[in-house]
């Protein structure tokens, strides 16, 4: 299954942009890359996916890299209901989704 | 409420029982999903059903669970002569076969937490 690496934890402050990273050095040129996000107590939830160019939607903002081995989740201006678990994860052929540890991110007031 | 619903929410069970899980999926979807999700861990795929058809299955399944999902709808997965090891969050997940949002939107259920003592 596909890997893809983020780092542990991030934290930051409301009302200021987060970005979530994500190394994702196997992609090939098929693989989307989806995020989502857990908050406590819940399932996970769809966040965005792309393929190649960078994506918009209300929740957020995925900037690919050039050479689609990296990307970064943007969260606009965060609030504290953005403190999550969140996970990119890398779709090769079949709807099946792989989940790694993410990244837990805390915003602080 | 339209969305993924999942029951019992919390189970308590002693080890060497038999429990059931029951997922009601989004009604149009056609794909199931069953994920396991212990502390701090991101959720384990264990298999997914397209229709009525099971199309894959982890290794995770060892032959104590089985999964079913009869007519197309809802799914159940059975866990039996339940171990303390088994202890964690069974979560159930919907998808259409042609999203529209694009490849692998799922949608996800509350869980069903399992505790073997």
């Known amino acids: 299954d596909a890997k893809t690496t983020q780092p542990n934890s991030m934290e930051s402050n409301e009302e200021e942009p987060v970005h979530l990273p994500c190394n994702h050095s196997?992609?090939?040129?098929?693989?989307?890359i989806h995020w989502y996000r857990q908050l406590p107590s819940q399932g996970p939830e769809y966040v965005i996916h792309?393929?190649?160019s960078n994506v918009n939607n209300r929740m957020a903002s995925l900037a690919i890299a050039e050479d689609r081995k990296s990307s970064t989740l943007i969260l606009h201006r965060a609030t504290l209901r953005d403190a999550a678990v969140y996970y990119c994860?890398?779709?090769?052929?079949?709807?099946?989704?792989?989940f790694g540890q993410g990244t837990r991110l805390t915003i602080n007031p | 409420d339209t969305g993924v619903s999942q029951n019992p929410r919390h189970k308590i069970t002693k080890r060497g029982q038999n429990v059931t899980f029951r997922c009601d999926p989004i009604?149009?979807?056609?794909?199931l999903y069953w994920y396991r999700q212990t502390l701090g861990q991101g959720p384990e795929f264990l298999t997914y059903?397209?229709?009525?058809?099971?199309?894959?299955k982890s290794r995770l399944l060892s032959d104590r669970f089985s999964a079913e999902r009869p007519k197309g709808s809802f799914s159940t997965l059975e866990i039996q002569r339940t171990e303390q090891g088994d202890s964690a969050m069974y979560l159930c997940?919907?998808?259409?076969?042609?999203?529209?949002?694009?490849?692998?939107?799922?949608?996800f259920g509350e869980g069903s937490r399992l505790t073997v003592l």
């Open positions: 994860i890398q779709i090769q052929g079949a709807q099946k989704l792989v």
């Open positions: 792309g393929l190649t």
């Open positions: 196997t992609i090939s040129g098929t693989d989307y």
């Open positions: 009604s149009e979807h056609n794909r």
């Open positions: 059903f397209q229709n009525e058809a099971q199309l894959e």
């Open positions: 997940a919907s998808s259409p076969t042609r999203p529209v949002t694009g490849v692998g939107e799922l949608f």
